[in-house]
């Protein structure tokens, strides 16, 4: 075992001295990570016309019907009709709206109750984390529902309803006086006298108007509703999957191309006439390179914990995905060395392969945002399964056993390549 390892420890010290392998290997993929975390920053989110909302119209009066058309037709909203409040909630536990607006049943009640104490009511089912969406959004339906009130006064038929349902309310009220009775009853006659002469038509003038007793003819009821993220909470939970797709890119590019140069050199041949067998030495090289895998993982984790708020969701699962990365690495390592003959070889077709097979294994674009049938053609790719235990760790949530199909797809790949790779070098290290 003392062997193994100072093998394994020679090739690790080969690679530290080495300036450029190092950093292709440690610091470019960190540096990677980040400058793509950074440029995904701004474009997490779809484009929107408009603040993204659900509608329930549970009132089939008219008064409901046209304050439902209102919030379609502005501008400031774009608004997905559904026909529960169930669905609307829905929508926003999966963060696909900001709010759920609930127009409720006895909406044209209130409507038509507002001057005899009554009023409308409308519901905002709302991402507390949103909370600055929801306030524009509280302001906008109050501006809407107050909107609808005059439209009700200019409007002779629904103004006469309105009043006659107020003289109702008024009149079976206990605990009003006998004065108190008149003045309403005052008040009622003269908004009648207004309606009957055309005179309650809303002007740029009412803009302008005193602020009134603090009267509110419709309520806007604000309710919490924790949205579930399944979603990536920032632009680096995604990049820095891409990151160590290049890094174990790195380990693998790096010491695929030292086995070739020390076959080429005859260094592994020397290697045979020594005490050390050639299962120890081609189990050294694939020690060095799973031991780098986790180094170059291990410092990414770290540097994106610390400074950039990776949220890792299963840290067992996260522990043991590192392991099963690098073992799957070593053993594509040991392939592509196993297949090259020279040194020029191992670096020409060793980095245009995994080159290909990172890029469509989502190390350049998410795997997320790639055409469907390339989201297919990946699992080719070891960088793909890669890609999804690490996501699932992350932000994904993935389950035990749904992280056990990327986790046994890459230890398929470590022992098909490491097979693979000892048969061919097997050959190779004869004295």
Do not use: H
Not at 373 to 384: E, H, L, R, Y
């Amino acid at each position: 075992m003392s062997r193994l390892a100072g093998l394994a420890l020679k090739d690790l010290k080969l690679l530290r001295r080495d300036g450029g392998g190092f950093f292709f290997t440690f610091i470019f993929p960190i540096l990677f990570a980040i400058f793509f975390g950074f440029i995904f920053q701004g474009s997490g989110s779809k484009p929107r016309s408009g603040m993204e909302v659900a509608l329930v119209c549970e009132d089939a009066g008219p008064s409901a019907q046209q304050l439902a058309k209102d919030l379609e037709s502005d501008a400031a909203l774009k608004v997905t009709r559904v026909a529960t409040r169930a669905e609307g909630e829905a929508l926003v536990r999966t963060s696909d709206v900001v709010a759920c607006v609930v127009i409720p049943q006895g909406y044209e009640l209130g409507v038509e109750a507002m001057f005899g104490g009554g009023g409308a009511e409308i519901e905002a089912l709302v991402d507390p984390t949103r909370g600055a969406e929801a306030g524009l959004l509280q302001g906008k339906l109050t501006e809407k529902a107050f909107a609808a009130f005059g439209e009700a006064l200019t409007d002779p038929a629904k103004a006469k309803r309105t009043l006659a349902r107020s003289r109702e309310q008024i009149n079976s009220a206990a605990g009003l006086t006998a004065t108190q009775r008149l003045a309403f009853g005052t008040f009622f006659n003269g908004i009648d006298t207004l309606v009957d002469s055309g005179a309650t038509t809303v002007g740029d003038d009412a803009d302008d108007a005193a602020p009134g007793p603090a009267w509110m003819p419709v309520q806007v009821t604000v309710t919490e509703v924790r949205a579930q993220r399944d979603g990536p909470s920032s632009s680096f939970d995604v990049s820095f999957a891409q990151g160590l797709v290049w890094g174990l890119m790195g380990c693998v590019t790096a010491f695929s191309i030292s086995i070739t140069q020390e076959r080429a050199g005859g260094t592994l041949r020397r290697l045979v006439v020594s005490p050390l067998t050639r299962r120890q030495i081609l189990l050294g090289k694939a020690l060095a390179c799973f031991l780098a895998c986790i180094a170059v993982q291990a410092a990414m984790l770290g540097v994106f914990v610390a400074f950039f708020g990776l949220g890792v969701t299963n840290w067992p699962g996260m522990a043991l995905v590192l392991v099963v990365n690098a073992v799957g690495f070593s053993g594509v390592m040991m392939a592509i060395a196993g297949l090259s003959r020279s040194e020029e070889g191992a670096g020409g077709m060793g980095r245009a392969l995994i080159m290909i097979l990172a890029m469509i294994g989502g190390g350049t674009v998410p795997l997320f945002l790639l055409p469907g049938w390339m989201q297919t053609a990946s699992g080719i790719s070891p960088f793909k399964w890669s890609v999804v235990a690490t996501e699932g760790c992350v932000w994904r949530g993935l389950s035990w056993s749904e992280l056990a199909i990327p986790i046994g797809v890459l230890c398929l790949f470590g022992a098909a390549g490491f097979v693979f790779g000892w048969a061919a070098l097997k050959r190779t290290l004869v004295a």
